[in-house]
């Protein structure tokens, strides 16, 4: 009866921060009422007791603490997720926490959580197989009502397939070209890359450089590439760096390394701090952004719009993302059948937010 | 038996995602030579091929798989938890995902804890009492090994207190200017807030304000109010303004409002990101920063370092308190008694970088 196992579970190691002991006591529920009838308290100072606020004295509030123990009182959040049978709780699973966008990601959709009565529980893989591949494995066993999966490329999509037809509800939020192995809403990095890199290759660029932070950022490698193959240009490795962190000292010393040895005229990087990194870098070589050196970034964070020359950037669309994401996962936890029907794919596309950096006149320019 | 209910637990819970079925089969671990000697192949080959590498043939990988899941294998990662009775995860809460330093904090600590073989799993409170109350209860409850908290100043003590006289290794990063409930490393806020606003006073100004994020940020606020003090400086709640998140935009509209009226010279804000957000606002209004403005940050991010005006920024020595942090976790682990002794209290103190943006004459200067 692995449910009874949860909730003896979830009752012994509440035991272990003192909550409550036996088991046979989840049956009869203590509620606040109980512990206010024995205390002759009312209800309401019993919660504000039991929330330890100031407007209850410090000596109610230890009687109320010490009735609600020796009456196993279990807070109505653990409680109510027992008595649902959910753990109320969102597992959420990113490559790599210092990627900004990510993170805004994380916090949207936490807060979207929050404000239906979950938590989200995070974790990270680092781009990595195995520690992605772990990670699902530690959610899964730990009863997550569903999960939210940045997934790096293709790696893990048997697992993947495997916990949606277990119909445990699952969320992608990175796709793009190739078919993901189960639902999912995301920016489409490809295009975004593409737009970034056209932009410049008629703007009259042809020697277009490209920063990026390795295997989560494929498909705007590919994106980079395809553009320069539209637009007639040669692809050439030598303008290529690869990162492993995105930050503006990355972006500073990949500018030093791409920049010095000149030809360059433009750069495209993954990543607005690569992006102002390497304009910083322009600043204290003379080298003027856009006339020099036009400078494109990815993300178009609030960084890249308060920047000292504005930064044009590839808009990923996070507040759109998130909702739909949000919406898509409390559909796949509400409804049983989703795992026999093909996944479904949101795809949002990325626009171009054009500013002073790549050099483009028009009126639209900030 | 707690134990096995979280093994039978675990186990049930594998069976979601079809790892193995039978709680029985548990006794008798099934290794990778279990299904290599199955198959007649290498170790090797079934090591990879569970990794679904690509050195191996897809048709190959699948049988693997499929004797895998017959034989009800088990991960090492997990059947080795199961073994050891240990989740070999640490539980991380921090208040604010939207906090660069705290973030940086969770991801240095989660790569020593992956180092070392831990996975982290993270969760945060909006500096809400009732969600980090709620965090506390849920990560104890899914039986972390240990717990990293940031405490929003001393809510939740006596639940803290419970949590380690239940010998739950926890360690606090966040302290100051009261006596923690548990164990804890952290910067000492109080202290970097009362240099950044002595210096400011010591430069000659009279009128500085000061942007903070609310209740997170009262040891800051507190350590300003007090610099005023020992300088002569009359506190003015008319130059306090409250944001509720580190942003640009935040910044930036706090400095129009603040700077507005006049008479301001100076000011300290509780993050680099309000304190660049307010440098741009400055510069739109052809305020030369630090002549007619000077302005102080917290945290020393990167940004602080690269922006247009090199801002000056009290250090939130991360590296050293995460380091410190670990370590400390790693003590509380493996020895019983320390919820015996009293709780064990290292402070950090932060030190000021000092930059341009606040007009600072000397060699030192950057």
């Known amino acids: 009866m692995p449910l009874q196992n949860c909730i003896e579970c979830m009752i012994s190691f509440n035991d272990r921060n003192g909550l409550t002991t036996e088991v046979s006591k989840v049956s009869k529920r203590v509620r606040q009422e109980d512990i206010a009838k024995e205390l002759g308290l009312s209800i309401n100072s019993v919660s504000l007791a039991l929330k330890n606020s100031k407007r209850i004295n410090e000596e109610t509030r230890q009687r109320v603490h010490q009735v609600a123990k020796e009456l196993n009182y279990i807070p109505n959040s ?29 916090q949207l959709i936490e807060r979207k959580l929050m404000a239906n009565g979950y938590n989200m529980m995070l974790m990270t893989t680092d781009s990595d197989r195995d520690y992605e591949s772990f990670a699902l494995d530690i959610l899964v066993s730990r009863q997550v009502d569903g999960i939210f999966l940045f997934p790096t490329n293709k790696q893990n999509q048997d697992k993947i397939r495997s916990i949606r037809n277990a119909h445990i509800p699952m969320v992608l939020l990175s796709g793009g070209n190739y078919e993901p192995a189960s639902d999912s809403v995301y920016m489409n990095q490809f295009k975004g890359a593409y737009k970034a890199a056209s932009h410049l290759a008629q703007l009259g660029h042809r020697q277009i450089a490209f920063i990026h932070g390795g295997p989560a950022n494929m498909e705007k490698y590919t994106g980079y590439q395809a553009a320069l193959k539209d637009n007639g240009i040669e692809f050439d490795e030598e303008l290529v760096i ?122 639209n320019r900030q």
Do not use: H
Request: with cysteine; aromatic share 8%; net charge negative.
């Open 78 to 106: 653990i409680a109510r997720s027992l008595v649902e049978k959910k753990s109320k709780i969102i597992g959420f699973i990113l490559p790599k926490i210092t990627n900004p966008v990510q993170i805004e990601t994380a």
């Open 242 to 363: 690869t990162v492993d962190n995105y930050s503006y000292e990355q972006g500073y010393l990949s500018a030093a390394k791409l920049f010095s040895k000149g030809g360059v005229t433009a750069l495209f990087a993954s990543s607005d701090y690569l992006a102002l990194g390497a304009l910083r870098w322009c600043r204290e070589q003379g080298m003027r952004v856009p006339e020099d050196m036009a400078i494109v970034g990815f993300d178009d964070l609030e960084a890249a719009q308060y920047a000292e020359i504005p930064l044009t950037s590839v808009t990923y669309k996070v507040e759109e993302l998130t909702t739909l994401a949000v919406e898509l996962l409390y559909r796949l936890i509400t409804e049983e059948e989703q795992a026999k029907s093909k996944p479904i794919r949101i795809e949002i596309e990325p626009t171009l937010q054009i500013r002073s950096s790549c050099g483009y006149k028009s009126k």
